[in-house]
């Protein structure tokens, strides 16, 4: 696959995504259409993102979501998107380098205090959201992660890692949101998914807390 058609299917999932999350903005309710249209029958991994493009492996999937946060969580709420391709739901266990995985994080820019993050996991893999402090001067996706695929948490400010639930748990499983309540202090940090191998496929983002 060439370079264009990858990135306009990527940015075509991407758009997609930031409809569907608009349009559920604020729902308790978030349905289980809005990111299965075109994909509920026989586990086809081509959902509305990729219709009429290449299909296979360049699209993103997304998963229904099963689960919802509380309708109302303390302070700013930050609404983190993660997703994965892949071809079928037997592709469990360790993720290989090189596989295309994503963390969108809306806003990206919140005020200092009290941040609730849910973080919905539309793909496939189960993923996790953990919240680093990004060092003055540095750039997020610099991490370098260690022989076990994962980096450094040491300064974590806290995790939504449970499926339907909040705080830290065994992660948030595809198609389920977790969430949790952090307070943060002006700064910049990295929003990352550590489990093995996804910091390095590009589970990464900045937020700003000003
Ligand atoms: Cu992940």
Known sequence: MNTFIRRAAVAAAVAVLTISLTACGGSTDTGSGQ??????????????????MMG????????????SPPSSLPGSTVTVALGDMGMTQ????????GSHMMLR???ATV???????VASNMGWRTHELVILPLDSGALVGQRV???DG???ETGSLGEASASCAE?????????TVGWTTVTLAPGRYELVCNLENHYADGMYQELVVT
């Open 145 to 147: 992660p260690g022989p």
């Open 35 to 52: 990111y299965g249209q075109g994909m509920m029958g026989g586990g086809t991994v081509a959902g509305s993102a990729g219709a009429g």
């Open 111 to 117: 005020p200092a205090g009290q941040v609730s993050l």
């Open 56 to 67: 296979g492996d360049s699209d993103y999937h997304y998963s229904p979501l099963t689960c």
């Open 90 to 97: 037997m592709m469990s266990g360790t993720a290989p380098l």
């Open 167 to 175: 705080g830290s748990g065994d992660g948030i499983t595809a198609g």
């Open 105 to 107: 994080a809306t806003p």
């Open 150 to 152: 994962k980096v450094d």
